[in-house]
């Protein structure tokens, strides 16, 4: 993730029902590039969606999971 300006940054994780798996808070991020592992051991094999939330706006992307 690259950030342009400084922001207010929300991970979230949800499986294809729409269900919350996590959330994480990552608070106020600097410009430049942040990343961010994500244990998925306790994860089901299948597709999530992940969501980046910047000071409120969100982008969001599609992720499989494969067996653990």
Excluded: P, Q
């Excluded at 993730?1 to 729409?18: C, K, P």
């Excluded at 106020?28 to 990343?35: F, I, K, Q, R």
């Amino acid at each position: 993730l690259e950030l342009v300006n400084a922001g207010e940054v929300v991970l979230e994780i949800r499986d294809m029902t729409g269900r919350i798996v996590e959330t994480r808070d990552l608070g106020t991020l600097g410009t430049g590039v942040h990343g961010e592992r994500v244990n998925t051991s306790s994860m089901e094999a299948g597709l999530y969606t992940y969501s980046v939330i910047i000071n409120g706006s969100r982008l969001t992307k599609t992720m499989v999971i494969a067996g653990n």
